[in-house]
């Protein structure tokens, strides 16, 4: 589809703005007049909007044997995701997808603007959820901060309660915020930091709009998280790239052990062709 090469995909702007919204500031700011990138957002400002999105195969499969990245998305849905990518405030990893992947997180497929044109592409924050600390110094997450081309990382942690854990977890801070992090303290429970508390602190930082992109842990926390709640108070859109090829039952999945009772309930709003891809989109 041409038009995905220049503007936002409509998928995206009907699934994530009202339909009446002006197209050309969805993805753009002005940054002449200190105008806030365009965000989804919703009503109360309790939390983001949050849109959690990732790309699988056919069999259900969103990495390769023993958690290998796979390039699932063509370039067309790709690029579709680094348009998502610019209309969110920030973007949240795991920890497992920041180690696995050094990711950087970025709109970098967008096409150039021209050098005349005062608007930008939104550059969203990268969040990493990290109970333990164990983001790596040298990530491209805080190279690209530190190089300038990308945006200070937030890690998303919780304080251990003893004290061995808790100086080693301190010094662990200290060296990430030395490497340019800022480390967020958030409540845990027993499935690690707990989803709603991570949400209010983000809201009350700024995020107007956060999109998940995974990994495995991280989709199946969200989607426990939104069943749980009376439905939309915890994700409000879901987007899945649904590539055509088959990984095999060693590949990593999200959904196998999931009970009827703890998948929430989908809105359809489009099913669209991207390239060779099918990309899904439903509302919660
Ligand atoms: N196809 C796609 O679109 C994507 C694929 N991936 C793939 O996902 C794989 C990584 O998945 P995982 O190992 O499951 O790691 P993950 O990225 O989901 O991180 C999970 C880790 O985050 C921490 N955590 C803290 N609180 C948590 C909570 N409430 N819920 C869940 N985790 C919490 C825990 O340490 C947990 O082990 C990689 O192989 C990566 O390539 C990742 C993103 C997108
Ligand atoms: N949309 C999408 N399609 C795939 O096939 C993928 N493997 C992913 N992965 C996500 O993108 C991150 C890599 O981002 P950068 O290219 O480094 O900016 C990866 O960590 C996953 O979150 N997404």
Known sequence: MSHHRTQPPTILLDTLFSSDAPLEHL?????????????????????????????????????????KQLILSGKESMLMTHWMRSMHDAILVGIGTALNDNPQLNTRLLPQLPADNPHRYHLPRPVVVDTHLRLRLDCKLLNNYRAGVGRRPWVMSSAPIGEAEGKTWREQRKALEDAGARVVEVGADSGGISIPSMLAVLRSLGVRSLMVEGGAGIIKSFLAAATA????????????????????????????????????????????????DTVVAFRL
């Open 27 to 67: 993805s753009l700011y002005s940054t002449t007049d200190d105008v806030q990138a365009p965000s989804p957002t919703v009503d109360d400002e309790s939390r983001p909007w949050v849109t959690l999105t990732f790309a699988q195969s056919l069999d259900a499969k969103i990495a390769g044997e023993a958690g």
């Open 229 to 276: 709640d009376n439905v939309g108070e915890t994700v409000d859109a879901l987007i899945v790239t649904v590539a055509p090829t088959f990984v095999g039952r060693e590949g990593v999945g999200y959904g196998e052990n999931l009970l009827a009772a703890e998948v929430p309930r989908l809105r359809h709003k489009h099913t669209e062709i991207v390239g060779q």
